[in-house]
C-alpha cells in the first residue's frame, strides 16, 4: 500500500508564489511517476503536470511557465513551485503516484489566490 500526504497549500494574492510538496510512504517501487491534479469548486478535475522516474516533465498548457515539478527520489518527495498565481489557479491540488497502471491519491491540498 501507498500513502500520499500534500502539504504547503494556502491562500496567496495574485501574483504571489506557493510551493506544494507531496511525500509517499509504503511499498513503493523506484519507478513510478508522480504529478499533479487540481479541482476548482463547480469544475471538472483538470491535470497540471507529472514528473517521471528519470526527471522527465509535462505540463498542462494552463500552468507551463509558471509551475515547475521537482522530485527527491530519496525522500520519495515530489514539490510544485508555483509562481504567478492566477485566480483561476485556486482549487484544491491533489498528489497522484503512478506504479505501472494503478494510481495513487493524497488527500488534497487547497490552494486560493484572491485579493
Known amino acids: 500500500q501507498v500513502q500520499l500526504v500534500e502539504s504547503g497549500g494556502g491562500s496567496v494574492q495574485p501574483g504571489g508564489s506557493l510551493r506544494l510538496s507531496c511525500a509517499a510512504s509504503?511499498?513503493?517501487?523506484?519507478?513510478?511517476?508522480m504529478g499533479w491534479y487540481r479541482q476548482a469548486p463547480g469544475k471538472q478535475r483538470e491535470w497540471v503536470n507529472f514528473?517521471?522516474?528519470?526527471?522527465?516533465?509535462n505540463y498542462a498548457a494552463s500552468v507551463k511557465g509558471r509551475f515547475t515539478i521537482s522530485r527527491d527520489n530519496a525522500k520519495n518527495t515530489v514539490h510544485l513551485q508555483m509562481n504567478s498565481l492566477k485566480t483561476e489557479d485556486t482549487a484544491l491540488y491533489s498528489c497522484?503516484?503512478?506504479?505501472?497502471?494503478?494510481?495513487?491519491w493524497g488527500q488534497g491540498t487547497q490552494v486560493t489566490v484572491s485579493s
Open positions: 497522484y503516484l503512478r506504479i505501472g497502471i494503478k494510481n495513487y
Open positions: 509504503g511499498t513503493i517501487s523506484t519507478i513510478y511517476t
Open positions: 514528473i517521471t522516474a528519470d526527471g522527465t516533465t
